[in-house]
Each structure stands twice: as C-alpha cells, then as structure tokens.
C-alpha cells in the first residue's frame, strides 16, 4: 500500500489534471457543489437585504401608526381624506375655542360721542340693536341757555331729561325721558325678553329710602325708546318696580332662568309688622317676558310671612333669583 505521502502527491495530481485520473467525476461533484453553495449564498444575501428594507419600511408605518394614531388631512368645509405619509394634527377644543358671545355689559372702551352741555350725565354702553355691535346712550340734563344748573333735586316740572344713543351702525337719534324725575340714572343692560337685544334698566325716582326703576327697549328705530309695560298687576308703568328701602322696607328686583330657557323676573316687598317688629310680611310678583313684545306679564303671586331675624341682614328674608342687570346693585345682594 502506498504510503500516505505517495498517495497525497497522486491526489494532487489528479486535481492539477483532471481527466482520465478523475474516473468517478468527484472533483466536477466538488466544483458543482461549490457553485451551488455561492449561489445560494448570493440568494439569501439578496432575500436578507430585501427582508431588511421591507421591515424598514413596514417599521416606519408601524411606528407612524403607533405614535401618530389614524393620520388625516383636514379639509375646511369638506370631508376629512386619507393621508398615510402626511399626519395631520386635529385642533382640539382648547387649541382653537369657539368665541362665546360677549356678556352684557359691553366693554366700556368706546370714547364717549356725547357732544353737548349737560348739568347731569350718565353713559352706557351695551348691545340694544341685535347687530352685535356696541352702542352707547347718554342720559342728561341739558344745560339752560344761561349755564346755570338747578338743583337735581328739584328739577320736577323744568326742561326734563333726554336720552342720546349712538348705535354701532352710525346712526344716532335724541328722546325725552318724560318719567325721569329728580334722577335719571342707568343702571344696567341685559336681554330680558330673549329678542338678542339689550333692556336698559333705568332708575326714574329717589325718595327717602326708595327708588323706581322701568326696564327700557333701545332698538334702533325712530320711535326711541320703549318702556316695557307691566300687565297682570297694580303696579303703575310709569313707575315702574320699587326698588331699595329702609329698615322697616324692603323691595328687591331680580331674575332667574325658567325651564324653558326664558327669563322670570321677581318683584318682591317686604314690610316690617308693627309695633313689635318680630315679622316681615313678604309679596313676591312673578313677572314673564315675550321676545315679540315689550310686555311683563304677571304669572303669580304669593304672600309669605317670615320672623324677623334677631340680627340685621341683606335680605332680611329669603329672595330668590338673582341680579337682572350683571354690573348693577339691583340684587338681593
């Protein structure tokens, strides 16, 4: 037997000139499988390369999923469409508000358009229109033609007050306020009837210790103001609600939201009994308002008799509702 290295030399032979000394084809075989083996190795190169890239791909929708949620482009005014490559933030309520209306009473930044002389003035500003734009109303006394003011308290039966509104649209008009006595005060502004529209609240008297107040309508139109009638009851128009008083009298005007969304108004007077002072006897009117008309209509009325607290109180009995006019000092408050 040939020894190992004799036959190592043949086997190299064999493999430097193949041929007739490679009967069995065993080195085409190893040939054969080598090329296999590289292109299989060429194959799985290219399956890993392609396999990297697709989870490349389908990594980065899958975290854009993940992280970015279901992406839409907003439209204005249509539907949302479908945006895989562009995510689109939605606004959420915070991000954009929606504007709420502008609570009455306006803002009082406009610069005062009264031009004229006046012994006594008082401005207002609100909304009395509908169109959403501020308006002003100057109520005075003008001043005679010698400049001499008269006392306020005694103005009864002279020149009498007038109102000057300057709506928002450019247009502006002057009316007297025939029921304005000694004072001619506004008070407030607040939509009553429901119509859009500010009621100013207009304080027409001053006695001792109580005053009067009517509730006007300021649309913009040349009839001016218009005083809210008052049906159902034996209060006097003219007049209007009493309002304030003393120790031993108490009128309150207030408001409240009924079920169905409208405003109820309550006029409630009390009166200390005499002589001991141990209880208030308590008339509470309820007043309902229409949005077509300037009409408080009368809906009830109840008595109530209340102890006199043992210590002073604002009110000394209960009251119910709360401030018609925000700003004002109309309140049980």
Request: aromatic share 8%.
């Amino acid at each position: 037997m040939p020894n190992f290295d004799e036959r190592l030399r043949r086997a190299l032979g064999r493999m430097a000139a193949p041929g007739d000394d490679d009967p069995e084809g065993r080195l085409g075989d190893v040939r054969s499988r080598k090329h296999r083996r590289a292109v299989v190795r060429r194959l799985q190169v290219a399956a890993l390369t392609v396999a990297v890239v697709a989870g490349t791909i389908g990594g980065t929708f899958a975290l854009a999923h993940a992280f970015g949620g279901t992406h839409r482009t907003l439209v204005p005014g249509g539907v949302p469409s479908s945006s895989p490559t562009v995510p689109v933030v939605e606004p959420t309520p915070t991000d954009s508000p929606t504007p709420s209306p502008t609570p009455w009473p306006w803002p009082t930044n406009q610069p005062p358009v009264f031009t004229g002389s006046a012994c006594s003035l008082n401005m207002l500003t609100g909304e009395f229109d509908g169109d959403g734009i501020p308006d002003q109303a100057f109520v005075f006394y003008p001043q005679p033609a010698d400049g001499v003011c008269p006392p306020m308290h005694d103005v009864n039966g002279l020149a009498g007050w007038l109102i000057d509104i300057s709506w928002g649209s450019g247009t502006s008009g002057e009316w007297p306020l025939p029921d304005c006595a000694s004072v001619c005060n506004p008070l407030g502004v607040s939509d009553l009837n429901g119509d859009g529209t500010g009621d100013m609240a207009l304080q027409v008297d001053m006695g001792a210790s109580t005053s009067h107040v009517q509730i006007l309508q300021l649309n913009d139109d040349e009839r001016g103001p218009v005083t809210y009638q008052i049906s159902g009851s034996g209060l006097s128009a003219g007049w209007g609600f009493a309002w304030s008083g003393s120790v031993t009298h108490q009128d309150y005007i207030t408001c409240a939201r009924a079920s169905d969304g409208k405003t109820v108004l309550y006029a409630t007077s009390g009166v200390l009994s005499m002589p001991d002072g141990s209880q208030w006897t308590v008339v509470e009117r309820t007043f309902s308002f229409d949005p077509a008309t300037t009409v408080m209509t009368q809906t009830g009325e109840q008595s109530t008799i209340y102890p006199a607290p043992s210590q002073p109180s604002s009110p000394p009995f209960p009251v119910r509702g709360d401030a018609c006019f925000p700003g004002s000092n109309l309140g049980a408050t």
